[in-house]
């Protein structure tokens, strides 16, 4: 069960909004937060406050990229896999993620840090090739950069912008 | 060159500060909101939308529809609420121009989505924005809680009989979101799958009139509004064309970037002046005019007025206007199989060309890729691209543009793939095209 006090301010938000079934991903988001990623538990909590079945939730659940149905590092690495982030690195910089991190897409790390998965278009065109973590956008990348981005996240607070 | 394009008046760009949004006293220090006391003290919804309408605008989220045509696909006896969606979805790959746009003049955003709620009367927007902006959704909320303080959002605004307001909708992904019906089900809940036939004008957000715009679009009405239509239209380089248009460019150029241009500015205008050419040891062998979803175009167009109704008269589309240029050493074949695993993977797999059809183009594109290809490919791709034109919505057809392309202009570097058995242009590394490392 989630915490009280998080309950009660989805039942209000979900309360105050004309249509509650528009909050579904926020609520989804919500939970997300508090145990990391959807959980099965999650989601038949979640649906019940949303007043869905289980299913009706996890028809939408499984539908987005960017909610987690599995367990998931504690930063997640959204890799942009569009055609002008390819035209740079030609995959490379998602390999080269694996590669360091010793994941396959959607693992998580031996230190429970990382996952990486690969993403459609996160509309940094102008920052290619570029990645999101946790919702924040790093570009362009280089082998070394990235490097640097993974030393940082293991030592330094990183607030979480959205997805976790 | 530079000249030309320097000399022209930015007008969605003009608030531009270094490093961060417009605040709203600057906004209405350059006459922001100027337009919405005028509409709401001298104007009618009917007299701002005849002068959208006159003014020749037309949707910048990719398909070109008259937007004035669009705001009178509400009958005049449509009943209330009715509702507006502004779209920054924007999911269409080289495409930005929103975020940049919310990012410099939010409040111009705002009052766009303001007044075009007051020409439809709706009551409420429903501002419909992807995961990857979560910094841009919070700059709304935020931008649109100062307007709320400033009289302009909310009961009565202004001290008129018009009361509006604005919920930020977060959407978790998903390309297929952006297309306004899938929009529709999003927002209410349902699994973004596109409906046909529903006009949303008549039958859109929970049973209502609902009008979803693009964020661009919405942020010319203001301008109109204050300068008049015959202005808007002068704005435009081409004859028939009407405003700027914020040109995204990206790929192998020195300054990419979005910029607002006059619309209808020629390509090569565009890549020589702002975007700084192309990059050092790169040639142009092909851009996209306007995302993934138009086609290839070779270096001949380089001239091409990039507006509508010349590109579509050359047989090609605008679409977003994200122009993204290719170089002499990107493989064609390998930038379409990247677009196919693109359109594949996000496929909502409602309807059978596109669920079928788009993994069968990725298999045949692999092989050719990879010295497996066989002549009889390539009639395959042609037939299987023109299947996906039986598919319920736009999208097949618009990832089945790039396989065109493909087809019509860089016949001989799908003919070097066979006649060599490998990749003309493979780099020393063998390019990986699976998500699974062999670790």
């Not at chain 1, 990486?116 to 278009?121: H, S």
């Not at chain 2, 009565?156 to 306004?180: K, T």
């Not at chain 2, 009639?379 to 023109?386: F, K, T, Y």
């Amino acid at each position: 069960m989630v915490p009280a006090e998080l309950r009660e301010s989805l039942e209000t938000e979900i309360a105050a909004a004309p249509h509650p079934r528009e909050q579904a991903i926020n609520v989804m988001y919500a939970f997300q937060r508090h145990y990391g990623y959807l959980s099965d538990e999650a989601l038949v909590e979640a649906a019940e406050l949303l007043g869905l079945t289980p299913l009706e939730l996890e028809e939408l659940a499984t539908f987005y990229d960017f909610i987690y149905r599995q367990p998931v590092g504690k930063f997640v690495i959204h890799v942009c896999d569009g055609v002008v982030c390819w035209m740079f690195h030609e995959n490379s910089i998602f390999d080269y993620l694996c590669k360091k991190l010793r994941v396959c897409a959607g693992e998580i790390s031996a230190d429970g840090l990382f996952t990486v998965l690969p993403t459609a278009c996160i509309g940094f065109c102008d920052r290619a090739p570029a990645m999101l973590i946790n919702g924040k956008m790093y570009g362009p990348l280089t082998p070394e950069g990235i490097d640097e981005i993974l030393e940082s996240l293991k030592t330094e607070y990183c607030e979480m912008v959205i997805c976790k | 060159m530079r000249g030309e394009t320097s000399m022209f008046e930015e007008v969605l760009f003009k608030n531009r500060q270094p490093e961060r949004p417009a605040t709203l006293d600057e906004y209405r220090r350059s006459g922001g909101y100027q337009a919405l006391m005028d509409a709401l003290k001298n104007r009618t919804p009917e007299e701002v939308r005849q002068l959208v309408l006159d003014s020749g605008l037309r949707g910048r989220g990719g398909a070109g529809y008259p937007t004035g045509r669009k705001w009178a696909g509400i009958p005049a006896q449509a009943g209330f609420p009715r509702y507006l969606v502004p779209n920054t979805d924007e999911m269409e790959p080289g495409t930005f121009k929103d975020r940049i746009l919310v990012n410099i003049d939010p409040h111009l955003v705002l009052e766009g989505i303001i007044l075009a709620g007051y020409a439809v009367r709706a009551e409420a927007a429903y501002f419909f924005i992807r995961p990857s902006y979560e910094m841009d959704a919070q700059l709304i909320e935020r931008e649109a809680e100062v307007a709320r303080q400033a009289g302009f959002l909310g009961k009565n605004i202004l001290g008129s009989d018009f009361s509006f307001d604005l919920v930020v909708h977060r959407s978790a992904g998903r390309y297929i979101c952006g297309e306004a019906t899938a929009q529709v089900n999003a927002i209410m809940g349902y699994r973004g799958h596109p409906m046909k036939d529903r006009r949303m004008a008549q039958d859109g957000l929970w049973h209502r009139p609902t009008i979803v715009d693009n964020a661009e679009t919405l942020a010319c009405v203001p301008p109109i509004l204050r300068h008049g239509a015959a202005w808007f239209k002068g704005l435009a380089r081409t004859e028939g064309g009407a405003g700027t248009k914020l040109y995204c460019v990206s790929g192998k150029v020195n300054r990419p970037g979005c910029y607002e241009l006059p619309i209808g500015t020629p390509l090569r205008e565009i890549l020589e002046g702002p975007a700084g050419g192309m990059l050092p040891g790169s040639e142009l062998k092909a851009f996209m005019p306007g995302g993934a979803s138009t086609a290839f175009m070779p270096a001949q167009y380089y001239d091409v007025e990039m507006d509508f109704e010349p590109l579509e008269k050359v047989g090609h589309r605008l679409g977003t206007a994200a122009i993204m240029v290719f170089d002499q050493k990107t493989c064609l074949v390998a930038a379409t199989l990247n677009l196919i695993e693109y359109f594949a993977r996000e496929s909502c797999g409602y309807c059978t060309p596109c669920r079928e059809g788009l993994p069968y183009i990725r298999d045949l594109l692999w092989r050719l890729e990879a010295g497996e290809g066989r002549e009889e490919f390539i009639p395959m791709l042609q037939q299987m691209a023109g299947h996906m034109g039986k598919s319920y919505c736009a999208f097949a057809p618009g990832a089945a543009e790039p396989v065109l392309g493909l087809l019509k202009y860089f016949m001989d570097e799908i003919r070097e793939h066979l006649s060599q058995k490998k990749c003309p242009l493979e780099a020393d590394q063998p390019r990986r095209t699976l998500w699974y490392p062999a670790v």
